[in-house]
């Protein structure tokens, strides 16, 4: 994502669109760090603030500070429920479902699923797992056997998935919600048990190893997520709000899905250490904002 924005933004710079562009990350994924980098943010006299949240209620106090100082806050990916700000979302109940949905085409008879969460308290994981619970109700032959929480890393999640194998029972799929996917197969492969469709999120080493395992025995699955670039999306969309365009305060964007048939080119096409991506250009954002 920062990537993606420093890309974006500092042609954007040099354009004169905007005087700046200024990235700040937080070392934790913590709520008060956060909280304190908006509010240094405003004293600061930023124009607009764009966010990934950490949380889509606890930053309401400072993000109605800014509201209330003129500053334009824009939430994307973890977006903010305060509403003078604006959610740039993509709509992850529904990324759930559809991987339950894709392994219902697949497997009919349906089997036993393991799914590895995000981050425990974050509002993507709430959202993806709802939607992997819905699904589960609407195809009922699935049943969700374990749950562990991967925190969207590939070494967190396979150390999970490694200490719940023994208590499994046989896994016919594996539910997920990104960086997830390479550590859930290199778990089972150290257990020694029979690989199973695991859905994967995008990441490099996930669509590496997945092509991989097709060019061996045919090995299909599908990957799903945000794609990074939605940074560059919100930051076009403070844009348009600061030139006074009406934008509506929620906006709905497609996740990136790789399917079988264009696995060679996604995994040929990501950097290694990546993710699969899109970056969006002003003309993007006028079509979304327009609802095209």
Known sequence: MLKSWDKVTKKAVADGVV????AFTTSENQVTEQAAQIQNLILQGYNAIVINAASPD???GVVKQ?????????????IVTEPCAWRVAVD???????????LAKKMPAGGNLLEIRGLAGVFVDDEIHAGIVDGVKAYPQFKIVGSVHGNWAQEVAQKEV???LPSLPEIKAVVTQGGDGYGAAQAFAAAGRPTPTIIMGNRQDELQ???EQKDKNGYETMSASIAPGVSTLAFWVAQMILDGKQVPKD???????????????AAANTEKGGVAN???????????????
């Open 162 to 164: 490694a200490g719940i």
């Open 209 to 211: 190893w997945w092509k």
């Open 58 to 60: 606890a930053f309401n």
């Open 92 to 102: 992850f109940k529904k990324m759930g479902r559809l991987e339950v949905e894709y």
């Open 19 to 22: 005087a700046a562009a200024d």
């Open 251 to 265: 906006l709905t964007v497609p996740f990136l899905t790789i399917e079988q048939a264009n696995i060679d080119q």
């Open 278 to 292: 899109v970056e969006y250009s002003a003309a993007d954002a006028a079509k979304v904002v327009a609802g095209k």
């Open 66 to 78: 800014a509201c209330d100082a003129g500053i334009t806050v824009v939430s994307f990916d973890g």
